[in-house]
């Protein structure tokens, strides 16, 4: 079962801390790919590093839209990243999950055999999905294409710094579950102890 429009209702903060553990569930032709989110950030439209802090533009509508749709974007023109919309503005961008389920279609789509390089980032994770800017906009509660569903949640989970970001890099919104092998990057010893 897909999760809720009111779980996505919430501010990005409290958002990004409570999808460690759930799965991003996509169906490709009848195949179920899912990967278990391990690495969350969190954007405010108050934080210069969010895309929808100088308000709506084309490109970031769906930002201000209702809370449970994805929004995708291409980073540097390179690497598609999906965010999840929270409320007002705000949104969640999933850095890194565990594949659960599909790996050996995912290692193809990416060209890799290791487990651990599948979906460590964003952009790889939405080359391993297979999303891409079509898919901004998309309703994750009807339940076909892309989804989120409950999943194992995370006992526990670490805070740190948000990635590759050049303004308000000290705010510590990003989320890892702790003990994990599959986020983007090692958590720095002295934020590994944080509870989230």
Wanted: hydrophobic share 40%; charged share 25%.
């Amino acid at each position: 079962m897909p999760l809720p429009r009111a779980f996505y209702d919430r501010p990005s903060l409290t958002l990004a801390r409570d999808l460690l553990g759930r799965l991003v569930v996509r169906d490709v032709g009848g195949e179920r790919l899912a990967g278990r989110i391990v690495e969350a950030e969190a954007y405010r439209p108050d934080d210069p590093a969010s895309h929808s802090f100088r308000g709506p533009t084309a490109r970031n509508a769906t930002m201000f839209g209702p809370p449970g749709h994805l929004y995708v974007y291409r980073s540097m023109g390179i690497h598609h990243c999906m965010n999840v919309v929270a409320r007002s503005g705000s949104a969640v961008l999933i850095r890194a999950l565990e594949p659960i389920e599909g790996a050996a279609e995912m290692a193809r789509r990416r060209r890799v055999e290791e487990p651990l390089l599948l979906c460590a980032g964003p952009g790889r994770s939405c080359q391993a999905l297979g999303i891409d800017r079509s898919w901004d906009g998309h309703d994750l509660t009807r339940g076909t294409g892309i989804w989120l569903e409950e999943g194992a949640r995370a006992a526990r989970a670490a805070r740190s710094p948000r990635i590759g970001i050049s303004v308000a890099v000290e705010k510590p919104w990003r989320f890892v579950e702790s003990g994990t092998r599959f986020a983007s990057r090692a958590l720095a010893r002295s934020s590994a102890t944080g509870r989230g």
